[in-house]
C-alpha cells in the first residue's frame, strides 16, 4: 500500500511549513476515513482516504504523531484553538 499512497500536496505543504503539526482519524463515511492535520495555533486542513490505514500511513510518511479518533483531549483543544465561538464577546451562534 504505501508504494502507491498518494498524499495530496496540500497536506504535504501543511505538515511541512506549520508548527508542531500532529494528525486526528475519523471515520466520515462507510468507506471513508478523514485524515485532519492541526498545528499548534489550531490552523487545520484535512484528506480523505478510504481507510484508516491509509490515514496511518500518510501521517508516518509526513513524519506528523497520529491520533485515533479523538481520545486526546488536548488535540481538541488545540483543534478548537482559533475557533472564534469559543472566545468571551466573540461572535454568537444564532439560535
Do not use: Y
Not at 510518511?61 to 486526546?72: A, K, S
Amino acid at each position: 500500500m504505501s508504494q502507491r499512497l498518494k498524499i495530496p500536496a496540500d497536506l504535504r505543504r501543511f505538515a511541512i511549513v506549520q508548527p508542531e503539526v500532529e494528525a486526528v482519524c475519523q471515520r466520515i463515511g462507510r468507506d471513508t476515513w478523514d485524515l485532519l492535520l492541526i498545528d499548534v495555533d489550531g490552523n487545520w486542513t484535512r484528506g480523505v482516504f478510504e481507510s484508516r490505514d491509509e490515514c496511518e500511513a500518510v501521517a508516518e510518511r509526513l513524519g506528523v504523531r497520529f491520533h485515533d479518533g479523538w481520545d486526546d483531549e488536548r488535540m481538541a483543544r488545540r483543534m478548537n484553538k482559533r475557533d472564534h465561538w469559543n472566545v468571551p464577546g466573540g461572535q454568537k451562534r444564532a439560535l
